[in-house]
């Protein structure tokens, strides 16, 4: 089964969107927000309490971006930063833990394989005692570059901060119990190997301060 780019984002946001329940959410991350596919969803379901930083250095999706957000009710709420998400603040990157000091419920990162200098930026923000992550994680750009032990380094990381990891499964037939697959230390070469496609991103659902079992009871018996 072929799924074209599209399709990917709407059954992304449609499993994120349906996995997080935003109202009890007051500040989201949308890193890599391009033109606000995921930005405006989720601010709808946050609230006009929500806040939700916004973060994409492209300026042709950022224009579209702040087009919309001028636009929404709920647009005064988006905090817009044209930064590239990187592992140091330099004259071209700024690190998450710079951009945003405070407490964040949820960390979104679509960033086209540029997710482990984020989150080497992101140690504060890593070391909160409750934490959702959303990742999209495009293992072949780290092949590429010759860093797949980054992507490796990455993960342990993560597991390491105490994340709770689970792959996620997008196939469109899957039911909702098939979607998060739980990724353990010793899972994470295999996975690797397994999920290491051409031109095809990974994602990633992380979260730290939750109760297992209560997260693995939602997945087997929440639908959409």
């Known amino acids: 089964m072929h799924f074209s780019i599209l399709d990917f984002d709407r059954v992304e946001q449609n499993i994120l969107t349906s996995l997080v329940d935003f109202s009890y959410c007051k500040t989201v991350v949308d890193g890599g927000a391009s033109d606000g596919l995921f930005t405006f969803p989720i601010l709808e379901k946050m609230g006009p309490e929500g806040i939700l930083h916004a973060i994409e250095p492209d300026a042709s999706s950022a224009s579209v971006l702040l087009q919309r957000q001028s636009q929404h009710p709920f647009g005064k709420n988006i905090v817009y930063y044209p930064e590239t998400l990187g592992s140091e603040d330099s004259l071209t990157t700024r690190k998450l833990d710079t951009l945003i000091p405070g407490f964040v419920d949820l960390l979104k990162l679509d960033i086209e394989g540029h997710e482990y200098n984020a989150l080497c930026g992101a140690q504060k923000i890593c070391l909160q005692p409750q934490l959702l992550l959303w990742m999209e994680c495009h293992l072949c750009f780290f092949e590429r570059s010759g860093q797949m032990d980054r992507a490796r380094t990455m ?30 230390s010793q899972h994470v070469d295999k996975f690797i190997h397994e999920f290491n496609l051409p031109d095809r991103p990974t994602w990633i659902f992380g979260a730290k301060g939750y109760d297992r079992e209560l997260l693995e009871n939602f997945f087997t018996k929440g639908e959409f």
């Open 155 to 184: 993960l342990l990381n993560l597991l390491n901060h105490h994340f709770f990891l689970y792959h996620v499964n997008f196939r469109k037939d899957a039911f909702f119990s098939e979607r998060f697959m739980p990724l353990e």
